[in-house]
C-alpha cells in the first residue's frame, strides 16, 4: 500500500522558536497533502491543502504567516510552525492522495510538537 | 455541502462485546465511504473501505456496508479486543482526484476492557 512518511515524529522546542515537519509520500506522488491539526481527544481539523509548485490553501482561520507551507516536489510538503508558542502544541498529522483513481487517503504518523 | 456524522464517544466495552459505531453521511453525488483508526499517538490508518452502494468493506473482523437508502456506512465487528481500542473516524470523498480532502466525522473513541 501507499506510504505516508511524517517526520519528526515529536519535538520539543522554545517558545519563539521555528519548527518545521517533513511529510514524504514514499511510494506514490501527490501534486496535493494536506495537513491537520489535533488536539487531545478531538476530531481532525483541516489547516491547509498543500500544492505541489503552488501557493498552499489555508482554511478559515489558520495564520498564514504562522504555519508556513511549502510543496516543493512530487513526494514532500513541509509545514513549518513560526515563532512558536505554547498554544501551538498539538498534534499535527499530514496526509495524501495518490493520483489515479485511487480514493482512499494516506496519513503520516504524526507529530507531536510541545512549545515550552 | 458534504458531511458524515458519526455516534458520539467514548464507547466502553467489555472483551468479545459487539460492536456498532452508526455513521451517517450526507452528499450530492456518489461518495466513496471509509473508516480510518487511529490508535493512541499515531497517525490514521485505513481500515476499510466501499465505492459503491452495496459494497461490504471488511478488515481485521470488522465490517461495513454502503447502504444508499440510508445514506448509512455503520462500522460492526462481532467480538472486540483489548487491542482494537482506537479512536474511529468515518469518511467520505466525493472525488477521484487527489487534490480535494476526505471529509470526516468527529470520531468515535472505543474503550475495551478485559
Known amino acids: 500500500g501507499a506510504v505516508v512518511s511524517q517526520h519528526p515524529s515529536w519535538v520539543i522546542c522554545k517558545s519563539g522558536t521555528s519548527v518545521k515537519i517533513e511529510c514524504r509520500s514514499l511510494?506514490?506522488?501527490?501534486?496535493?497533502m494536506f495537513w491537520y491539526r489535533q488536539f487531545p481527544k478531538q476530531s481532525l481539523m483541516l489547516m491547509a491543502t498543500?500544492?505541489?509548485?503552488?501557493?498552499?490553501?489555508?482554511e478559515q482561520g489558520v495564520e498564514k504567516d504562522k504555519f508556513l507551507i511549502n510543496h516543493a516536489s512530487l513526494t514532500l510538503s513541509t509545514l513549518t510552525v513560526t515563532s512558536a508558542h505554547p498554544e501551538d502544541s498539538s498534534f499535527y498529522i499530514c496526509?495524501?492522495?495518490?493520483?489515479?483513481?485511487?480514493?482512499?487517503?494516506?496519513f503520516g504518523q504524526g507529530t507531536r510538537l510541545t512549545v515550552v | 455541502g458534504n458531511s458524515v456524522t458519526q455516534m458520539e464517544g467514548p464507547v466502553t466495552l467489555s472483551e468479545e462485546a459487539f460492536l456498532t459505531i452508526n455513521c451517517t453521511y450526507t452528499?450530492?453525488?456518489?461518495?466513496?465511504l471509509f473508516w480510518y483508526v487511529q490508535y493512541p499517538g499515531e497517525g490514521l490508518q485505513l481500515l476499510l473501505k466501499a465505492t459503491k452502494a452495496d459494497d461490504k468493506g471488511s478488515n481485521k473482523g470488522f465490517e461495513a456496508t454502503y447502504r444508499k437508502e440510508t445514506t448509512s456506512f455503520h462500522l460492526e465487528k462481532g467480538s472486540v479486543q483489548v487491542s482494537d481500542s482506537a479512536v474511529y473516524f468515518c469518511a467520505l470523498s466525493e472525488s477521484f482526484s487527489g487534490n480535494t480532502p476526505l471529509v470526516f466525522g468527529k470520531g468515535t473513541r472505543l474503550s475495551v476492557i478485559a
Open positions: 496526509s495524501a492522495r495518490p493520483l489515479g483513481g485511487r480514493t482512499e487517503a494516506f
Open positions: 452528499a450530492t453525488g456518489y461518495p466513496s
Open positions: 498543500s500544492n505541489e509548485g503552488s501557493k498552499a490553501t489555508y
Open positions: 511510494d506514490f506522488q501527490a501534486t496535493t
